[in-house]
Structures are given as structure tokens and as C-alpha cells.
């Protein structure tokens, strides 16, 4: 019977054996189905990423689960994975079924307090957000936005240089709407008063 801190040693022996095999079954099907398996570009590819970490654990600790077992469920995994993505690439109804849709928390250093709440995003983790991403002043700020995946992306001003954003980097965001209409301006200071603004697609 094991205990907390005890375990039979063929038990043990039978853990490490399992981990080696699974480790170059997971490269070898990880190297067949490309490296689209490894991403989390969407909130589907995350959990299918949870999903596969918990069976791997079952399957090396748990006695009850066959190792052919947990290859095959594996393998359904990766190839639903690589279906679902398929469909997502190809059909704009699935992406909008299966995606959250971004949602843009910060425009031209302003916080949107009503989109904060809407994903229920607390200031102190956005300001944690932004000190990862190296911003020093709100005023840096040009847009932030809460991807599909969950991660959290920092458009920035970059010193003093000219710059311009691309509106089709907001395609996804305008599109569902969390934006208003209005041109994003885009204020930098210099030497020379510049201005650049974004035109939006009109609703």
C-alpha cells in the first residue's frame, strides 16, 4: 500500500519507464503533426494543452490506465487538435464559436474601466501587464488589448521616432466591436508637432 512518502519500488521503476516512453512518443507525434500542436494561439488550443498535461499525468502514475490507453487517448487529443484548427482556418463561424474575442482594455493611455470589468481584469493586473511589458508611463500607451489565448498584448510608443499602426493589427478587435469608430491618434512628442492617425472602417 503506498503512503505519502513510500512506494513500492517496482512502482517507481515502472513511473520512470513510463515518463521515457511517453517523452518520445509526445516528440515523435509532436514531429508528425508539425508544430501547430505547440501553440495556443486561441483559448481551445490552451485547454486542449491542460487537457493533454493531465492525462500524461494519469497515465505515468495511475496503474488503473493502460499505457496503449493513454497513447491512444493522446493521440485523439493531437488529432482533434489539428481538426479543430482545420475548421478555425478555414470556416469564420467555428472561430467565433470556439474564440473568445479580444477585447481592448487600454486605448491611447486611457484604461477602459467598463472593458476591465467585462473580463473581470482588476487594474492591479493590468499595471502588472504593463510592467512586464517595460512601460514606464501611461502616455506610452497606444492600445492594449486581452487576446483570444488569454495573454495580453502592449502596443507602445517606442522614444521619440515617427511611427505608424497598422489598423489591420486591430482587425479582430474592431471587427466585434470594442472600439469605437473615432480615429486612434497616435500623439509622440518631438521636436516637430506630428500627429499620425489611424482611419477605422466605418460601421
Known sequence: MNTWFTAPPLHLLWIVLSCAIFYFLIIGVTRLVGLRSLTTFSSFDFLITLAMGALLATTVVGQSVALV????????????????SALRARLSW????????PMLLMQDGEVLHKNLRAVRVTEDELRAKLRFNNVF???????VVLESSGEVSVLKKSGETDISLDGELLKEVIKRGYISCKNITI????????RSSIQMPRH
Do not use: C, H
Not at 508611463?137 to 492600445?143: E, H, L, T
Not at 500623439?187 to 506630428?194: A, G, P, Q
Open 69 to 84: 490507453e493513454g497513447f491512444v487517448a493522446l493521440a485523439a487529443l493531437f488529432a482533434l487538435q489539428m481538426a479543430v
Open 94 to 101: 467555428v472561430r467565433q464559436l470556439l474564440d473568445n474575442p
Open 137 to 143: 508611463s501611461y502616455a506610452q500607451i497606444v492600445a
Open 187 to 194: 500623439r509622440i512628442k518631438r521636436t516637430r508637432n506630428i
